[in-house]
């Protein structure tokens, strides 16, 4: 039996909006497709960023897909401190690994006060390259002083 995924219950999660298919972005390290990466009550803050500045971006991309990953940490005993550490683990393994910033969309890092403690396997996978046949066939690079950079905060 196939389970949904209600995303109007998730009261404290986390999220990562990002490119799909054969898209990525050319960050300064490697490539990715993670264009922002944030937390709360996920249903209300992609409909804010769909009224507003994701959804200019994605018409200005109209022909490139979007993927959206979710991470629902209601039923956590500490939920919201959760939510903030996972963010803000991502965001860290993001510079660390992919830019020495922020995804492209991001304007302000999470708070670094909650760290994020034995995450399981595959608590990065926002993050992960896909392999095979749905890996990179075209890198996006954005203008020097984009006006995108930080656009959904």
Known sequence: MDEQFD????????????LDGEFE???????SRVLYI???NIKGRIQSHLEGKLFDFAYELRVIPFRFYFCDLTASTSGEVAQRALEQA????????I??????????N???THKLKDPSRG??????????PQ?????????ENNNWKGALQ
């Open 7 to 18: 995303l109007g219950a998730v009261r404290h999660g986390v999220y990562c909006i990002a």
């Open 25 to 31: 972005f050319d960050y300064e390290k490697k490539p």
């Open 38 to 40: 944030g937390s709360g």
């Open 90 to 97: 991502l965001l860290e393994e993001f510079y660390n690994e």
């Open 99 to 108: 830019d020495e910033g922020l995804p492209l969309l991001n304007a302000i």
């Open 110 to 112: 999470a708070s670094r």
């Open 123 to 132: 608590w990065n996978l926002p993050l992960q390259r896909d392999r095979g």
């Open 135 to 143: 890996a990179t066939a075209w890198l996006i690079k954005a203008k």
